[in-house]
């Protein structure tokens, strides 16, 4: 990838993070909190690992690019990307869960972007955290 290329992506990628701050949290839909309620939510968590942190000053927003820990949970982590692109979903390094914003990468096969308040937590490049996706992925269907 160019260097033009990469500033691109960035520039890209700062633009919507701060149009979704913008818009400010949603409430989540009745299934997800079905979900949440019943436990399924935790079927729909996944072992991530912090590849590069980027926080935005002036909006206070941490940026954190991200792809799963285990390569075998690939197909299942792409496919709970691709059912939550730009929806909530939340994220835990240990005992309690924090809100945070998950886009999709289209360009960066099994990545993920993390947007949420820089004063919620920090993550460190390499760290793991479990990440939290409040919609399962669709079913698909044989012909």
């Known amino acids: 990838m160019g260097r033009r290329h990469a500033r691109l992506v960035v520039a890209l990628l700062a633009a919507n993070a701060l149009a979704l701050a913008a818009k400010g949290p949603r409430a989540k839909p009745a299934a997800a909190r079905r979900a949440a309620a019943s436990g399924q939510s935790s079927r729909n968590a996944v072992l991530c690992r912090v590849l590069e942190v980027k926080i935005l000053p002036p909006r206070d927003l941490s940026l954190v690019l991200f792809h799963e820990a285990q390569p075998s949970q690939g197909p299942r982590f792409a496919a709970l990307l691709r059912a939550n692109d ?58």
């Open 86 to 143: 730009g929806a909530p979903v939340q994220f835990t390094t240990g005992s309690s869960w924090h809100p945070a914003t998950v886009l999709r990468l289209g360009d960066c096969f099994g990545r993920g972007l993390l947007v949420l308040p820089a004063a919620h937590l920090h993550l460190e490049k390499r760290e793991l955290f479990h990440l939290r996706f409040l919609h399962p992925p669709r079913a698909t269907h044989a012909p």
